[in-house]
């Protein structure tokens, strides 16, 4: 059976599980929202949409997440190749900050640094830079958006070209 779990808080490790069909494969993600996680069983839900004539309303939701997700993924990989560090930060913390919907979130250097393939040490600088430049507060961990017009001036393309896809698909 597969089956997908997010159970945490912020900064906690969230596990998933998924068994393979030659042997189980272990990977761990990080959650940097908080609120409830949700599990659910993957292998009914692709058995009721293998039976289904017409995707249910979820199912077309999925489908169109999927379609998003696939976009992110391309783009994430093709900026972590092109662009610089600050203009990936800047890309990052315009998603975390769609995603929390509030200004203000906590936000550690290690899982910035992880997020943008950096170190602890770079991040600290771009932070600085940032925070100079009056698009940010950032202070032991706690991130505050001050300027989001600037940071999304500063941010490379990738972060409209996700954004853009995701609004497309009613995301």
Request: aromatic share 8%; with cysteine; charged share 25%.
């Amino acid at each position: 059976m597969d089956a997908f779990e997010c159970i945490g808080r912020v900064d906690q490790a969230a596990n998933l599980w998924r068994k393979a069909k030659n042997g189980s494969t272990w990977v761990q993600a990080r959650r940097q929202g908080g609120g409830d996680g949700r599990k659910f069983d993957t292998h009914g839900l692709r058995s009721k949409a293998s039976r289904a004539a017409t995707p249910s309303p979820f199912q077309a939701c999925v489908l169109r997440y999927w379609q998003g997700f696939q976009t992110l993924i391309m783009q994430s990989t093709a900026c972590m190749a092109l662009h610089p560090v600050q203009e990936r930060c800047c890309r990052w913390l315009l998603m975390a900050h769609d995603r929390v919907r509030q200004d203000e979130f906590q936000l550690s250097p290690e899982f910035l640094a992880m997020m943008l393939g950096s170190t602890c040490r770079i991040v600290t600088v771009v932070a600085g830079t940032l925070q100079k430049a009056g698009l940010i507060h950032y202070r032991d961990g706690h991130m505050t958006i001050l300027d989001r017009k600037s940071l999304e001036d500063a941010s490379c393309e990738c972060y409209a070209t996700v954004k853009d896809q995701f609004d497309r698909l009613g995301l």
